[in-house]
Every structure is written in C-alpha cells, then in structure tokens.
C-alpha cells in the first residue's frame, strides 16, 4: 500500500504540485487573518455609519494625527479600539509580538 502511493506520487506533475501548494498557503493566511481582515471591516463601516466617533488624537501620546489607526487588543470585539497614531500603532504590535515570545 504504501509503496504504491509513493509510485503514484511520482507521476504528479510538478506544477501542479505547485499549484496546490500555494492554494494551500492562501487558505491558510485567511484563516490565520480572516479575523483581523473582518475586524477591520466592522470598524470602518461602523465608522462610516457614525456609530463610532474616529478621534483626532491618538491615545497614547495625545498628539494630533491625520491618519490615527484603530488598533484591535482582542479581534472578537471589532468595535472595541485603541486609538493610536501610526508609530504608537506600530510600537504597540511590537509590544504585543515580544509579550507573545515571552
Ligand atoms: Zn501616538
Ligand atoms: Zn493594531
């Protein structure tokens, strides 16, 4: 039996191979990130609605920015954000990627 298999193994054509593989690798990344993508999604329209005020100042450091960043501590709550301006966002993850190495 399973000498079989690894003769019909053989004969798969490799790019097809390929194919598969990388399908494989996409259905991954959706399911690691669906979450956060969906998350993501939530806030914006609930932003757009108005049933959540974006505010100008970043949370953090309280300076004023244009592009202040919805920041998600859980997924599960789409529209529970910390808002922070792009550095801070970007020092938070950072925070978070070593708290999750420790
Ligand atoms: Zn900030
Ligand atoms: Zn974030």
Known sequence: MIIR???ANRNVNPKKRNRSKILISQKRWRESNGHKSRAHDLLNKAVKR???VKPTLCEKCHDAHRHIHGHHED??????????CPPCHHN???????????
Request: aromatic share 12%; charged share 35%; hydrophobic share 35%.
């Open 5 to 7: 298999n690894v003769f």
């Open 50 to 52: 108005g049933d959540l």
């Open 75 to 84: 997924y599960e709550k789409p529209l529970e954000v910390i808002w922070l």
């Open 92 to 102: 938070r993850h950072e925070e978070l990627l070593n708290d999750s190495k420790n």
